[in-house]
């Protein structure tokens, strides 16, 4: 795959302290990578840099070709971005505002406007005030907006913050609709876990300034050991029973069920096990793991926290 952005061990002090300590990652071209942290974690100081807005202290970051430090202008040209709530015109119709937009950046045609509308769904609409606009649909101006100047990267910081399930469902449409039609490089940086596990290919998690881990979702998620769950009559037999033959494996009491981390070839030992020490089994299910437990699972063992 062709590399659209290059972070570079890009680091950044403040006073005195590192905020953010030799980040290095590449972003694919056709794919939407998750920006995870903590908050204070340093996601946004990434961001402001990568657009332009802050200055590195270390490192550098190339897009398309183009060194942000070296050729800043060439390399702001190739993002779009939202930061959060698009500010608009309201008291001008979305038309309008796009025209201004539009003026600001130069050789932007009326064709181009009007395609762009047509990408964000907002067709019968636009000609409207944009004090009438949903939360929604301001987004979708915004995102319009930020794809006038046709860029190759699109950076989203908190996108789907204040929508209602409908709007979060739009954007997310939206966003998957041009890293797969467009070939764009997304970066989008949210707290909504599960839209992210839905529309992120890989993400990246950063803490305290240093990036943790960068993976596919689905491997992120999933790890190398699968979960299954066993309803048992009694409980703490079969998990003093597990302790003392599978030490290896990791065990928890969830909601009266014995949660067990292991590969599916275990399950037949664990069973015999079982029924060995008296405990009677009545099911056996996998448990996928979502990606706020295994982000969750992360971060606080970064913080030397232990789930129990």
């Known amino acids: 795959m062709e590399t659209c952005v290059q972070i570079k061990n890009i680091s950044k002090v403040i006073k005195g302290k590192k905020i953010i300590d030799s980040l290095t990652f590449d972003i694919q071209k056709g794919e939407v990578f998750g920006f995870l942290g903590p908050n204070g974690a340093g996601k946004t100081t990434t961001i402001r840099m990568i657009v332009g807005l802050m200055g590195m202290t270390e490192g550098d970051i190339t897009i398309c070709g183009y060194s942000i430090r070296k050729d800043f202008e060439k390399a ?3 993002i779009g971005a939202i930061v959060e709530n698009p500010e608009m015109y309201k008291f001008l119709s979305g038309y309008e505002n796009l025209k201004q937009f539009a003026r600001m950046n130069g050789n932007i045609s009326k064709k181009k406007i009007d395609e762009v509308v047509k990408l964000v769904g907002l067709t019968e609409r636009i000609h409207d ?17 930020s794809l006038l100047h046709d860029p190759q990267v699109l950076i ?3 996108p789907t913050n204040g929508l209602d399930p409908a709007g979060i469902r ?9 890293a797969e039609k467009k070939g764009m490089a997304v970066i989008v940086s949210s707290h909504l876990l599960s839209e992210m596990e839905m529309m992120c290919d890989r993400i990246g998690i950063i ?9 596919m979702v689905n491997e992120f998620v999933n790890g190398n050991e699968e979960t299954y769950s066993f309803e048992v009559d009694d409980i703490h037999v079969a998990a003093k029973a597990l302790k003392q033959s599978f030490s290896q494996f990791h065990e928890k009491i969830v909601d009266q069920h014995l949660v067990v981390e292991c590969s599916k070839q275990y399950i037949p030992d664990i069973l015999s096990l079982f029924i060995q020490e008296g405990v009677r089994v009545y099911e056996v299910k996998s448990v996928t793991k979502s990606l706020e437990d295994r982000f969750l699972e992360i971060t606080d063992k970064e913080r030397g926290l232990v789930h129990v």
């Open 207 to 215: 803490q305290n300034g240093k990036l943790i881990d960068v993976q």
């Open 156 to 158: 989203l910081d908190e």
């Open 170 to 178: 739009e954007i997310r449409d939206h966003i998957r609709m041009l």
């Open 129 to 145: 005030k944009v004090k009438t606009y949903s939360l929604g649909m301001r987004q979708r101006l915004g995102l319009a907006q």
């Open 76 to 78: 702001v040209r190739q």
